[in-house]
């Protein structure tokens, strides 16, 4: 016989959901309403004064020839971030699962670095490979590598792959660790009776039970490539040298706060939802059916 919870006050369920509906309702349905309806306007420089221009706004965007080259930045910028974050995190966490001495430290000591703001975090970046008082900066440059990211895009664009890459890193790390300690071991000793090495037990047993984890990591860790990383770009490279490090979500920052042109940024943000809806439902379409739920 099962029992159920019946409320008496039929009000009570309806007060429990409002503070999260507010939140939902201020800080994300009414930003993009803003955004949408800003996007087919034209403002002037103080905003006192709007004109409907219907779609002018968009194809403004579209043949311009810059926004490509953000839009080539940001692909390479998110695959690149998603992809180490992911593998490094994955390596830790399994070498931090391990039977080893000490391994709580280790784990401590991986968790902290999400606890620095993304600023903060590009500082650390900055005064480590800085080519004038960067310790591995002026190592490179001793080596003979002329190694300045404030005048090379490449380096720079590297650079800050590798600086929001090991923010996320953290944060992975925690999901990847709690879902391979979530493994029965009975299950991996099972596999090395059988004569599984550590390889074969790992892509035949381990990956495929972390798969839900790992397609969680996936789509949070497209998003934050795309959204969350502006606060490293800005403190790094503010986007330069020669748009080299530009994406889309420093574009919008860059045209909307710095260039004052609040039609073409709110523009330029809706273009960069749609695009976020469109890749987390493609890979919720395709990618989740290789997902194996336990």
């Not at 009975?186 to 035949?204: Q, T």
Request: hydrophobic share 50%; with cysteine; glycine share 6%.
């Amino acid at each position: 016989m099962q029992r159920r919870v019946i409320f008496d006050n039929k009000l009570l369920p309806y007060l429990l959901l409002a503070p999260q509906v507010a939140v939902t309702l201020v800080f994300f349905i009414w930003p993009a309403a803003q955004a949408i309806w800003q996007s087919v306007h034209i403002q002037d420089a103080f905003g006192l004064r709007s004109e409907f221009v219907w779609f002018e706004n968009f194809t403004a965007i579209f043949t311009d020839p810059n926004y490509v080259g953000t839009l080539r930045t940001t692909a390479i910028f998110s695959v690149s971030v998603t992809a180490l974050s992911l593998s490094v995190s994955l390596l830790l966490a399994s070498l931090a699962d391990s039977k080893i001495k000490g391994a709580a430290v280790y784990k401590t000591l991986l968790i902290w670095p999400y606890a620095l703001a993304p600023a903060v975090a590009a500082v650390l970046w900055m005064f480590i490979f800085n080519p004038e008082i960067g310790s591995l900066g002026r190592l490179l440059n001793g080596w003979g590598y002329n190694w300045d990211y404030r005048l090379n895009g490449d380096q720079a664009l590297t650079m800050v792959i590798l600086a929001a890459s090991w923010k996320q890193v953290s944060y992975n790390f925690i999901f990847f660790l709690a879902g391979l300690q979530a493994i029965p071991r009975s299950v991996l000793e099972a596999a090395s009776i059988d004569g599984a090495g550590p390889v074969r037990r790992f892509w035949s047993i381990t990956f495929p039970l972390l798969s839900p984890t790992t397609f969680f990591l996936l789509v949070v860790d497209m998003v934050y490539a795309f959204c969350e990383t502006f606060g490293t770009i800005h403190a790094l490279t503010h986007g330069g040298p020669g748009k080299a490090t530009e994406t889309l979500i420093f574009r919008v920052y860059q045209d909307g706060v710095v260039n004052n042109d609040l039609g073409g940024s709110s523009a330029q943000s809706v273009l960069l939802m749609v695009i976020l809806i469109v890749l987390t439902t493609i890979q919720f379409r395709f990618v989740e059916r290789k997902v194996h739920y336990s």
